[in-house]
């Protein structure tokens, strides 16, 4: 398609050094060619460590979890007082953002396997759920330069938030708060969707960039190109 239609793209899809790296999941400073695919960049950088973490001690894997969690933590709040460009896509890929959320979720997987949820309240987990849903919904009034994508305030507001509502809501099932719901048509439709969720993220780019283009330019349609997108999309 971008052979085709160079304009769908940034230009730069036909080359051969593009081509290969998107297709072996090499660091770019770009997205890859797909660009949902700069995750599976991520998923091979998280087997490296899990590789080099299982052939140490479980005290030497916690140090170098913490440690890069750290780096990753400090670089980030540098970023977003100072915006700054990595000239390396290796140094780039390991000190990204996101890779503190991917510690955040070990860090809640870790949690809700050890603790005991026994004695718990499941109106504590469930308020605290509803909470972190709140909290989505105030970070509409922080300032807008921190959720620029360049400098990742937007993970550390958004990876925090969403790391309270995960360990809340799976600790409120943790003490059979969906217990009723789990044979439910809803219940049962969400787990479907959360199955399918990773092939149709991997997708929806493509879908969603051919839609917006061919509904936006078609004449007797054109004024509802987006509306229509924004419904594709949800």
């Known amino acids: 398609?971008?052979?085709?239609?160079?304009?769908?793209?940034?230009?730069?899809?036909?080359?051969?050094?593009v081509i290969f790296s998107s297709f072996l999941l090499l660091p770019l400073k770009r997205a890859p060619i797909l660009v949902a695919g700069w995750t599976l960049c991520h998923e091979l950088l998280f087997y490296l460590i899990f590789a080099l973490l299982i052939g140490t001690t479980r005290r030497w894997a916690i140090v170098m979890a913490l440690g890069w969690a750290a780096v990753v933590l400090v670089s980030t709040v540098i970023a977003v007082v100072h915006p700054m460009d990595l000239a390396s896509a290796y140094w780039q890929l390991i000190l990204w953002p996101q890779n503190f959320e991917f510690l955040l979720g070990c860090a809640t997987a870790i949690m809700l396997h050890k603790l005991d949820f026994s004695g718990t309240s499941r109106a504590l987990w469930a308020g605290l759920t509803l909470l972190g849903i709140i909290g989505f919904g105030m970070t509409?009034?922080?300032?807008?330069?921190?959720?620029?994508?360049?400098?990742?305030?937007?993970?550390?507001?958004?990876?925090?938030?969403?790391?309270?509502?995960i360990f809340a809501a799976c600790s409120f099932d943790r003490t059979g708060g969906l217990d009723s719901?789990?044979?439910?048509?809803?219940?049962?439709?969400?787990l479907f969707l959360g199955?399918?969720?990773y092939s149709i993220y991997l997708c929806h780019g493509p879908g969603l960039s051919g839609a917006f283009k061919l509904l936006s330019s078609a004449p007797s349609i054109s004024r509802f190109g987006f509306p229509l997108v924004a419904a594709l999309c949800i």
């Open 140 to 165: 509409a009034l922080l300032p807008e330069r921190l959720f620029y994508l360049g400098n990742g305030g937007h993970v550390l507001i958004y990876g925090v938030i969403s790391t309270v509502i």
């Open 1 to 17: 398609v971008y052979c085709l239609i160079p304009a769908f793209g940034q230009g730069d899809e036909t080359q051969p050094f």
């Open 181 to 190: 719901w789990n044979s439910s048509l809803p219940c049962r439709s969400m």
């Open 195 to 197: 199955d399918a969720s």
